[in-house]
T-cell receptor
C-alpha cells in the first residue's frame, strides 16, 4: 500500500541558512509522482515542486530543490537561503500513476525560520 | 493565488445540521478533488469528480456527498453533522488526469474551515 512518512514533526532554521525536510515513501507502482506542498498559518495549500519516478534529474524550483533517492525511496525537500516567510507546515505527497488520482499525504513538518 | 475558489471560508454550525461547501476549479481544469484535513486524521482524500462524473472515492462518509455541475463547479454536502466533522475541507483541481501518468498537479483552494458546535 502506498504510504508517505515524514519523521520530523518540527524543524527550525536560521534565516538565510538551508534546511532539509525529510520524506520517505512506499509504493509498488514503478511509475509515481512526488509532490511537496506548503501550508502557511493562513491555511491554504501551495504547490511547491514535483518529481516523477522516471525523471533523471532532481527537480528544482527557485529556492526549492528535491533530493530524490529512488533506491532509498526518499524525496527530501531542500530549501536554500531560508526566509521568514518560509515558516509553515510542509507536506510531502505521492500519486501512483497506475491508481486513481488521489494524493496520499504525509503528516507534515512544521518549519520555523528564526531571524 | 491558485485559481481555485472555495466558499465560504468559515462555517460554524450545530450538530445534526447540513451544510454545503462550494468549489470553483481553475479555468480549464476538468477534475475536482475534495480533501479533509483534521488534527487526528491529517489530510485525507474524500472524492474526485471528472467532467461531471464521479471518478474515485476515498474515505468519505455516507453522510457526505458531492457533485460536479455542468459548469464544472463542485459542491460537497455534509449532513447529520457531528463534532468530529470539524475540519478544514479543501477542494483541488487539475487538468484531465490520465491513468498511467504520474504528473498531475493538483492546485488547492484556500479551504473551508468547518466548526461543528
Amino acid at each position: 500500500a502506498q504510504k508517505i512518512t515524514q519523521t520530523q514533526p518540527g524543524m527550525f532554521v536560521q534565516e538565510k541558512e538551508a534546511v532539509t525536510l525529510d520524506c520517505t515513501y512506499d509504493t509498488s507502482d514503478p511509475s509515481y509522482g512526488l509532490f511537496w506542498y506548503k501550508q502557511p498559518s493562513s491555511g491554504e495549500m501551495i504547490f511547491l515542486i514535483y518529481q516523477g519516478s522516471y525523471d533523471q534529474q532532481n527537480a528544482t524550483e527557485g529556492r526549492y530543490s528535491l533530493n530524490f533517492q529512488k533506491a532509498r525511496k526518499s524525496a527530501n525537500l531542500v530549501i536554500s537561503a531560508s526566509q521568514l516567510g518560509d515558516s509553515a507546515m510542509y507536506f510531502c505527497a505521492m500519486r501512483e500513476a497506475g491508481g486513481y488520482n488521489k494524493l496520499i499525504f504525509g503528516a507534515g513538518t512544521r518549519l520555523a525560520v528564526h531571524p | 493565488d491558485s485559481g481555485v475558489t472555495q466558499t465560504p471560508k468559515h462555517l460554524i454550525t450545530a450538530t445534526g445540521q447540513r451544510v454545503t461547501l462550494r468549489c470553483s476549479p481553475r479555468s480549464g481544469d476538468l477534475s475536482v478533488y475534495w480533501y479533509q484535513q483534521s488534527l487526528d486524521q491529517g489530510l485525507q482524500f474524500l472524492i474526485q469528480y471528472y467532467n461531471g462524473e464521479e471518478r474515485a472515492k476515498g474515505n468519505i462518509l455516507e453522510r457526505f456527498s458531492a457533485q460536479q455541475f455542468p459548469d464544472l463547479h463542485s459542491e460537497l454536502n455534509l449532513s447529520s453533522l457531528e463534532l468530529g466533522d470539524s475540519a478544514l475541507y479543501f477542494c483541488a483541481s487539475s487538468v484531465a488526469p490520465n491513468r498511467g501518468v504520474a504528473k498531475n498537479i493538483q492546485y488547492f483552494g484556500a479551504g473551508t474551515r468547518l466548526s461543528v458546535l
